[in-house]
């Protein structure tokens, strides 16, 4: 369908999902404003994904790039929705034809205990800002928040984004007691496995006297999500697939030397000298999806630290209307927004968990319906254009039929598409990016970024 010159879309994020939604438009003749609050548009490729999966994220990066250098991509890095942008405005005043949110998940879930929000800094982290600092902390520029990592912390959680935080924890204290007895392993080396790495260095693991972290989760070990069983499984395939997390969490325990409490609930806060000290935690009942304390079964877990790693879903962005702890999105195949028709979501602001195939195959499924359903081409028929009049008439009763059965999006006449331009340029120039993306990129990358 070629819609060159009638469409102009703005999407909110310019990572795995952004960026893709931006490609499939912009392939389709579609002009997109890509809006991203971050110099680098790679969210959580670089900011969520450990450093230590170095190839795979220059992958990723190459990726994005590729997709937001396209032709009719015009990226506008440093400008954050809700900040810089008014939400209202952006759909209503702005005259794009549609606006798709891609700024996925940030705030971490609560831990869930009064009072703990606290404590955070004192005793309590999130995984989001602990994941950060962690891939960001060797860069000299880097002003954030600094984290000790000590020995014994307690991490709750359960899925695959905690596992990665135990072995941050634990990739720290073992790299930091080797060094102390003058051996430097690299992070790479110890990420491979903690007692190959420490053996290979002549030095038994144990005698460094690192106690080592430990994951509380409130199911059973067979339940963490470390891997999902198909939809309507058979009996045969949730026994298959409980397996499977047991063989992951065992080999996970093996090369990190963590420790699992499976069947915890945390249920308090343990209080010392204004500085949190560890949980109050609970055996559990598991019936069904339900996990209960078991009355009388609660005990003191005393840690030096508390990282909480039991989800992300997405930040309140003033104007958005939220339906729980997400956007008000419907829950069908083309998540659309309940307060303004022309607005859709994709990737992780919809699914909150998820992973990068799930993130890039959303976003392509909702970009393609869109222009598939909502677009309508120039020459009415979503084909090449045809002299024969027959099929012209058919064609505009077709897209005609298209546009009462499900609207379509507003078109936009070249003098609209000017005006908007130029204000995407003033926001531009706002940031200091002059429409070369190369050029930026090599300029707000650190040196030193892994
Ligand atoms: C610890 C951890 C480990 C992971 N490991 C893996 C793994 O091994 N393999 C895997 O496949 N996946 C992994 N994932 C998941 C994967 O990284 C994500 O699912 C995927 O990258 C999400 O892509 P996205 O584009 O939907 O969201 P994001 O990457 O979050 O992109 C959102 C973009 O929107 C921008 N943004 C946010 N708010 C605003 C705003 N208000 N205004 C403008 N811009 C905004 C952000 O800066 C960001 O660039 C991991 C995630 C975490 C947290």
Redesign the pocket.
Known sequence: METEGQYFVAV???????SVAAEVLADHGVRVAV????KR?????ED???RW?AEQRKQEYARIDARLKKPRVYFVPS????RDLDFQDLCNQWGFSAVIL?????RDRDLGIPGAEEYVGCGLLY?NPF?YWYNHKAETNYSGPQYDVPDQAVVVGGG??SI?VVKVLQIENYSRALRERSVEVGLHELEKGIPAACKAHGIEPQSLGIRGCTLIYRRREQDMPLAQAPDNATPEQIAKTEQVRLKMLRLARDKYLFQVLDRTLTTGLLVENGRLAGLKVSQSKIEGRKAEPIPGSERELRAPLVISSIG?VP?I?PGVAMKGEYYALTDDSLPRYAGCERVFGV???VTGQ??????QTHSQKVASQLIKNYLVARDGHGGASSSHAATEARAAARATALKETLGTLPTLSPGEMVALERRIGTLQERAGYSGDYDAWIANVTPPDLE
């Open positions: 909110v994020g310019g990572a795995v999902a952004g809006i991203e609050q971050n548009p790679y969210g959580k490729i969520g994904l450990p999966h400008t954050k929705l809700g891609a700024n996925g998940a940030w995984q994941i695959l984004a990665d992300s930040e962005i990737g992780n602001v998820g992973n990068i195939r799930v993130s």
